[in-house]
């Protein structure tokens, strides 16, 4: 005979918002009470303005009913206290009262803070509805601030969880410093002292494996200074102000002449370009831009350069351009990835890690960056920090 499978999982049950009732009549207050019982809430009961005082200093409510006419302390003076106090300034109030319109200081009670009158005979459905409003919206605020919790935990967590992760990149990056790139600098030490002592000795092949072990060890010392450079990246404060792009600009394209007096090459900086970024790291971020455009427009017969910007759609974008070798768009995916290359070695030398850094440093302006281009028709490099 089968046998019938129950759930044991816990139901879950809404939670019930708190109303305060306050009238100095008990039996007024039971026919209030009667008529709020179909929303299935807690309702609890004052008999007076003060007894009302003490009911908020033990919890919050949803919306508070109050009676205007109460002997001792009247419902605008109850009103007025409640007020007062930062945890129930903002808790609505809706006025309950036997009194016509023309008795009534409506304006007074407004200025108090009440959302709302109601006037005797009360209506029982209109009372529920408008009672239901500030219900609803008392739940609402409630679970906003439960998700807020919730988020704040999840980013403290976040942050404890990055902040493990950053001392532990730091950790490597010293050990990149010292315990690797030491015995590499050792190694490319003794390897120019064998060639430049016993080169003339040495046979062609044996002379030629040592050139190619210390290209080798120059391009693991490149990578782990491009690696540094990338965390050092990670960590620190950003120092935003209005930087001036072209200026920048002029002074990189400066030293790269200076550095390489041989290549001729035209570039074209736009005037007045301004950005609100770090200067360090836009300094940076433009080097390896321009140095870029230098690098993959050597075998060009003219090499051109244009450093300037373009709004397109409100969108103000600045972009670096060259007409060298390009690339396939397909994959340009991989061009701001470390240690990616879409070229060889020995066509283009370089540690892979220039785009890397472009992409890290728009990145922690909350930026972007993205490149277009084809093969033998150059390229363009946006960003937007």
């Not at 109850?78 to 609505?92: D, G, H, K, V």
Request: glycine residues 6%; contains cysteine.
């Amino acid at each position: 005979m089968a046998q019938r499978l129950t759930s044991t999982r816990p139901v879950l049950t809404e939670t019930k918002a708190d109303i305060l009732l306050v009238d100095d009549d008990a039996t007024k207050r039971f026919a209030l009470k009667a008529t709020l019982a179909p929303l299935d809430q807690n309702v609890v009961e004052a008999a007076s303005g003060p007894d009302a005082l003490r009911q908020l200093l033990k919890q919050d409510f949803a919306v508070i009913l109050l009676d205007v006419r109460m002997p001792g302390m009247d419902g605008f003076e109850a009103a007025q206290l409640i007020r007062q106090r930062p945890r129930s300034e903002l808790t609505p109030i809706i006025f309950v009262t036997a009194l016509d319109r023309a008795e009534t200081d409506m304006g007074r009670g407004y200025d108090l803070g009440a959302v709302d009158f109601v006037f005797a005979p009360v209506v029982p459905a209109i009372m529920r509805a408008k009672v239901t409003v500030f219900v609803d919206l008392y739940k609402a605020q409630q679970e906003l601030r439960r998700y807020r919790t919730q988020l704040e935990r999840l980013v403290q967590e976040r942050t404890t969880a990055l902040t493990a992760i950053n001392r532990e990149l730091e950790a490597f990056s010293y050990s990149v410093s010292h315990d690797l790139r030491a015995p590499l600098l050792s190694f490319n030490g003794l390897n120019r002292t064998l060639l430049d002592d016993y080169g003339d000795a040495l046979d062609p092949r044996a002379k030629d494996y040592l050139q190619r072990m210390r290209l080798a060890s120059e391009r693991m010392t490149s990578v782990f200074d491009g690696l540094q450079t990338l965390f050092r990246l990670t960590s620190g404060e950003i120092h935003r102000e209005s930087c001036d792009i072209s200026a920048m600009a002029d002074e990189v394209v400066n030293e790269m002449r200076a550095a390489n007096p041989s290549r001729k090459a035209e570039v074209e900086i736009a005037s007045g370009m301004t950005a609100s970024a770090d200067p360090r790291l836009a300094r940076i971020l433009l080097t390896n831009l321009i140095s870029n455009a230098f690098k993959f427009t050597s075998k060009q017969a003219v090499a051109r350069i244009e450093i300037g910007t373009e709004i397109v759609d409100g969108d103000t974008r600045l972009f670096v351009r060259d007409n060298g070798v390009g690339f396939d768009m397909i994959y340009a995916h991989k061009l701001f990835g470390a240690f990616q290359r879409l070229h060889s070695q020995s066509e283009f030398p370089g540690a892979g890690i220039g785009l890397a850094t472009v992409r890290r440093i728009v990145n922690r302006h909350g930026g972007r960056a993205w490149a277009e281009g084809a093969v033998g028709e150059g390229a363009t490099f946006y960003f937007v920090l």
